[in-house]
């Protein structure tokens, strides 16, 4: 079993800088593929940036340029960057970890950002 804890969310004026960060419980990150996703109500939750076991990052393409996923293995910790937020950036993000073969996923609590003047 692996714990997620999601943290940094807020609220910030458009045009700002928000850093999240995620936790896991131990060491998954050569195993698991990362990666931050976000959800508003009465929405599906969408992809926002994964990342690899090797290292390679994928985004949204309506991220691409504006956030940066980034991860600590010393500390088991994976982060996402945004930078130049916009209100439609406003949602509830989730931390997920997911093995590349088998059927295991997991998911953090959830971390609120909004984007507002």
């Known amino acids: 079993q692996v714990q997620l804890v999601e943290s940094g969310g807020g609220l910030v004026q458009p045009g700002g800088s928000l850093r999240l960060s995620c936790a896991a419980s131990?060491?998954?990150?050569?195993?698991?593929?990362m990666g931050w996703y976000r959800q508003n109500p009465g929405k599906q939750r969408e992809l926002v940036a994964t990342?690899?076991?090797?290292?390679?990052?994928n985004y949204s393409d309506s991220v691409k340029g504006r956030f940066s996923i980034s991860r600590d293995n010393a500390k088991n910790t994976v982060y996402l960057q945004m930078n130049t937020l916009k209100p439609e950036d406003t949602a509830v993000y989730y931390c997920?970890?997911?093995?590349?073969?088998?059927?295991?996923?997991?998911w953090g609590q959830g971390t609120q950002v909004t984007v507002s003047s």
């Open positions: 990342m690899t076991p090797g290292g390679t990052t």
């Open positions: 997920n970890a997911q093995h590349p073969i088998y059927d295991i996923n997991y």
């Open positions: 131990r060491s998954i990150f050569s195993m698991y593929a």
